[in-house]
């Protein structure tokens, strides 16, 4: 039965799978951030579990065709290592795995600190759709907004 998985479960289907299962996630965070479906399945531990599924799932399949996993650790040496890194397919999909769960959290964190600040979900709004492109940036921007929200200033949450 693995054997099946793994020949329909290939590196390019799970990366398309992963791309468009995101998606309904940022849809139901950006516009739907006070429904009960979003706190159900968004800002829960759900979306972190699939991410964990998939992940396992390719460690399993990369182990069974001898991949080598500590060469990961030479992303440390360099860029020129980093650029090595990424010359493979099955590296690149673990680095996505992890871009996509951290800018979902990171997303889901702006929206229910959002709710704890009583900040308005149509000014989350930009922060939101920034942090699905390019999160540091987007959670910058929320930052900022919620010190003009909020009128206070804090590093810390």
């Known amino acids: 039965m693995l054997e099946q998985l793994s020949t329909y479960f290939n590196i390019d289907v799970i990366y398309l799978w992963l791309n468009f299962g995101v998606l309904p996630f940022w849809i139901i965070l950006i516009f739907f951030p006070d429904s009960k479906i979003c ?3 968004v800002t829960s531990i759900f979306p972190y579990i699939i991410f964990s599924s998939i992940y396992v799932y390719l460690i399993y399949n990369f182990y069974l065709s001898e991949f080598n996993f500590l060469n990961n650790f030479n ?3 360099g860029i020129e290592e980093l650029m090595i890194l990424f010359t493979d397919k099955s590296f690149i999909l673990f680095f996505w795995i992890h871009f996509l769960a ?6 889901s964190w702006i929206v229910k600190d959002g709710q704890i600040n009583q900040v308005s979900k149509k000014i ?4 939101l759709l920034v942090t699905y492109f390019i999160g540091p940036l987007g959670v910058f921007i929320y930052w900022f907004i919620k010190i003009i929200y909020a009128k206070k200033i ?3 949450n």
């Open 39 to 41: 706190s159900f399945f």
């Open 102 to 107: 951290i800018n979902l959290f990171c997303g």
């Open 124 to 127: 989350i709004f930009l922060p």
């Open 154 to 156: 804090s590093l810390f």
């Open 75 to 77: 992303l440390y040496l």
